[in-house]
Structures are given as structure tokens and as C-alpha cells.
């Protein structure tokens, strides 16, 4: 590929996140166009505490494990830091990318910030961010099978476009997961280089853990918009994660950040007619806000705390180096001072 070329493709890639927002706020607008500000403020004040807390629960439980994903890729890579580091490192990371989007750019920044700082090499940390990628469309890919199973035939027979979107999906989740653990055990002990990086082929045993964790984090991650949304809307939850699992995908593959609009117009047209639309896009907001806004608030004010103690930290040990080299000094030429 030449290198216009590859210019080219990275201002489409760059450009398609403003094209698919723009094409979400337009099919959000057309869905809740006969609803008001105040109907929806109304949905998001009706949502009972108690489900309001399970959710901010379950959002924990969900960046606790988004953190195992950064404490599974060191041990992929060989790299070892204190428990606190990677936990931090794993929950900010996501927090950020969550919000921005792009999360090999926008969470890899703040991980190459860290964890160079913690002697990880910069290509170890570009194995441990593809290592997480992967362990997240393992998760997503064994939920979207189960869901294709637990999604209602009704669903998909009002609808040819649906119905055959789904079984490629289908398709393309077995797929993906087949290959994978086929790579693990025909390939075992085996590197695989692309471009410039060499990449261990994980054991079967670290692709189910890989599996398992992905899984859990979408259940825990379903799991705070259906807290929300369960009092206007009885959905079993089997069927829920599945419809769940694809539009945060198709979310995070259009480039926008968060998937904002995208996840939201996707996950209200998959609904019945019936559902009021205005009650359950109040859900989706809560569910933003308490698993996008305030994780950011809360992980980064740890960050800037760790900072500001890491800065004064610098500032002692420089203090104490001024201190301790003079007196070095002295010490040293009244040595040579004696052996003269």
C-alpha cells in the first residue's frame, strides 16, 4: 500500500467517527421525536434508588475486572508491578477510553505514561494492549453466540435486514472464536510477528481465562444499564446482553466517543414498539452517567493525587540528593588528600 494511500485510509478511518455520530443524533432524533426534554427528565427521576445503587454496584464490578485485563496482559508480557499499579493503570486507562474512544490511542497514552514510568518497555505495552483487545471481543464474541440463541424469533422475523445482520454476526463471533483457540493449541509455544512486534501465541488455558474475564466485564458492564432500565421494561436478561453486547460493539467500531448516539440508537430500535422510547433513553442516560462520568471523576482524581504525591516525592529525593552529594564530594577528596 503506498503511502497516499494509507493516508488516505486513516482520514476515512479518522473522519468515519463524525459521519456515524452525525447519522446516530439524526436516527436518535427521528426515535424520540414526539417526546420531550422533560419526559426524559422525568424517566431518569423515576428510576428507583435501590436500582440506582445495584447499578453503581455492578459499575465497580465492572472496572475491577477491566483492571484484571491489565493485570492478565502483564503476566502475558512478563511484566510485574505492585497490585495498586496495575489497578490503577487498568481502571483509568479504561475510564479514559471508555469517554474518548479510540481506546488504543486515547487508553494507550496514559498506559505508555505509567507504565514506562514502572520500567515496562513500550513494546510490551503495545503486546498488552492488543492482548486486552482481543480478551474484550472474546467476552463479546461468546455473549453475542449465547444471545443468538435467547433472542426471540419474533424479533427478527418483522425484520429481513435484522435477521440477516444478526446471523453474520453469528457467523463472524464463531468464527473469531474458533480461530483463536484453534491458533492456541495448534500453535502453542509459537510467535507470530506483525510488523515490527513479536507476539507469544497465549496457552488455551490463558485464551478461556481471556474468555471468561471478557464475559464477566460485558455481564457486569449489561448489568448497570439493565438496573436502570428493568422498572420501565421487562426484557429477560439473556436476551437483554445479547442486544447489549452489539451495540456497544457496533459503538465502539464507529469511531465515536463512547459510541454516544451510536450504542443509544442501535439499542432503541432492537426494542419493541410499544416501549415507551422516552423512559428507556432516560435509562440509557443514567447508565451513562454512572458508568462513563463518574468513574472518570472518581479514577481520576486517584491519578492526580498519585501525581501530585509523586511530584513532592521528586522534589524530596532531589532535596536530599543536593544534601548528600556535597558531603560525597568532601568525603572523597579528603580520601585522596590521605592516600597522597
Avoid at 245 to 266: D, K, L, M, N, R
Avoid at 319 to 334: L, Q, T, V, Y
Wanted: contains cysteine; aromatic residues 16%; hydrophobic residues 55%.
Amino acid at each position: 500500500m503506498s503511502v497516499k494511500a494509507k493516508r488516505l485510509l486513516k482520514r476515512i478511518v479518522n473522519y468515519s467517527g463524525i459521519f456515524f455520530f452525525i447519522l446516530a443524533a439524526g436516527m436518535l432524533w427521528w426515535q424520540l421525536r414526539d417526546y420531550s426534554l422533560s419526559d426524559i427528565a422525568h424517566a431518569i427521576l423515576d428510576i428507583p434508588i435501590t436500582h440506582l445503587i445495584f447499578a453503581c454496584i455492578a459499575c465497580f464490578g465492572a472496572y475491577f475486572i477491566l483492571s484484571l485485563y491489565d493485570y492478565l496482559a502483564l503476566k502475558y508480557v512478563g511484566g510485574k508491578v505492585s497490585w495498586w499499579k496495575w489497578m490503577l493503570a487498568g481502571m483509568l486507562g479504561f475510564a479514559i477510553s471508555n469517554n474518548a474512544g479510540n481506546a488504543a490511542v486515547s487508553g494507550g497514552a496514559i498506559r505508555y505514561r505509567l507504565y514506562t514510568r514502572w520500567r515496562i518497555r513500550g513494546s510490551d505495552i503495545v503486546k498488552m494492549l492488543t492482548f486486552s483487545g482481543f480478551t474484550y471481543f472474546l467476552g463479546a464474541s461468546a455473549i453475542v453466540l449465547v444471545g443468538y440463541f435467547l433472542i426471540p424469533d419474533m424479533a427478527t422475523d418483522e425484520s429481513v435486514g435484522l435477521s440477516m445482520g444478526l446471523n453474520t454476526l453469528f457467523i463472524i463471533c464463531a468464527t473469531v472464536l474458533l480461530t483463536y483457540f484453534a491458533l492456541t493449541i495448534f500453535l502453542r509455544d509459537k510467535w507470530v510477528k506483525i510488523g515490527e512486534i513479536k507476539f507469544h501465541v497465549p496457552s488455551f488455558k490463558t485464551a478461556v481465562i481471556q474468555t471468561l474475564l471478557g464475559i464477566t466485564d460485558s455481564v457486569l458492564t449489561g448489568l448497570v444499564l439493565y438496573s436502570c432500565m428493568v422498572p420501565f421494561v421487562h426484557i429477560p436478561f439473556g436476551t437483554f446482553i445479547g442486544l447489549f453486547v452489539i451495540a456497544q460493539a457496533t459503538g465502539i467500531f464507529s469511531q465515536v466517543p463512547g459510541g454516544i448516539g451510536v450504542f443509544e440508537s442501535i439499542f432503541l430500535m432492537a426494542l419493541p414498539d410499544g416501549v415507551d422510547k422516552a423512559n428507556i433513553f432516560g435509562a440509557l442516560l443514567a447508565y451513562r452517567i454512572i458508568y462513563y462520568v463518574l468513574p472518570l471523576m472518581g479514577i481520576g482524581s486517584l491519578f492526580f493525587v498519585y501525581e501530585r504525591w509523586l511530584r513532592a516525592k521528586m522534589k524530596q529525593w532531589l532535596a536530599e540528593a543536593k544534601e548528600k552529594i556535597p558531603a560525597k564530594i568532601k568525603s572523597i577528596k579528603s580520601e585522596i588528600k590521605i592516600r597522597k
